[in-house]
């Protein structure tokens, strides 16, 4: 049915109508008296979610932008870093480095269990000329729905002295708890499309000061990227190219909506579906694809065992027009991941929910009791 689509995907998330009005203005000048209020503004509301006083520059682009601006800041030919790896985004951050001439020690695990934060501490431990510059890692691993111990890993990061911790943050922010100053995180990347509930097209970097001042001794290329540009205009409450005006305006509105709901409300919500979500999953007697206790509040990816996870995503956006994610790379098909990020309410994790319990019946391939998913769900999301 036209217009009923419903995104059950981690990223892009489902946009609010006040937020999609606020994109529909007319665009105004960029150097204003007007459009600078709404940057400084949005700063503002940025340190919040962000929990800092730091810095928190915007790049028209995407999230990738975020994470490659914070990467090529702060670092130099040749340094030396470690960078956790247990999914696609993993993988895509080493890639990145690589690409810029790093010198990258990887630290793994499978997919679908969470970083070891012991390897990073030996690794750590064991540099004891001070060699490692940075420890890039994924926050929430969003291909396999995992969320890492980022908070463990940055205080090892701190402990070493010298080795700033660079977060991938993207479907962590305004899910779970990231506060960044207290954890000594020194670079988070993130992107609107995700946890901030609006269409694609800006990136976030926060920078603590121990990444400015890192920054100084960078010399990897860099121009549309230098967020030593961003610093200069945002003291003026500026941007040094043309931003994404338009989305400036729906960045105000949706980061209002999260500060009438406040940071422990929307925390409490992501924990809730998740719980919902994998509840749901395991009544109806699809096993989860993330290690337990290690699921990550956003996604909750499903390996359902004999059937084929295409063709359920499939007739599940045929039947119920909800749009699942599909597993990534040798996940394909054998996972079918549930987003619940951002702009998402209980009434929409009870349906996709309900419409994944409803199509196995229809496949014929259900496996316990009918409604034995929803029942489940109900009872997780239950006040
Ligand atoms: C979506 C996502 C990104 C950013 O991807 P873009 O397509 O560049 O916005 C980065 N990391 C994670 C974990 C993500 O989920």
Known sequence: MQDKLTLMIPGP???P??????L????????????QKIVKRTTEQLQWLHQTSNDVLV???SGTAAMEAGIINVLSKGDKVLCGDNGKFGERWVKVAKAYGLEVQVIKAEWGQPLDPEAFRAALEADTAKEIRAVIVTHSETSTGVINDLQTIASYGQAHGTALTIADCVTSLGATDVPMDRWGVDVIGSGSQKGYMMP??????????KAWEASKRSDLPKFYLDLSKYRKSAADNSN??????????ALEAALDMMQKEGLEAIFARHARHRAAAQAGMEAMGLPLYAAKGHGSPAITAVAPEGIDAEALRKKVKERFDILLAGGQ????GKVFRIGHLGFVCDRDVLTAVAAI????QELGLGKGTTGAGVAAAAAALAP
């Open 13 to 15: 998330t489902p946009v």
């Open 17 to 22: 109508e006040t937020v999609l009005q606020a």
């Open 24 to 35: 529909g203005r007319h665009p105004i000048g960029h150097r204003s008296a007007e459009f």
């Open 59 to 61: 790049i028209t682009g």
């Open 200 to 209: 694609p097209g800006l990136a976030f970097v926060a920078m603590s000061e």
């Open 240 to 249: 040094p190219f043309t931003p994404g005006i338009n989305l400036y305006f």
């Open 329 to 332: 790379d040798h996940l394909k």
């Open 357 to 360: 319990e409803a199509t196995l």
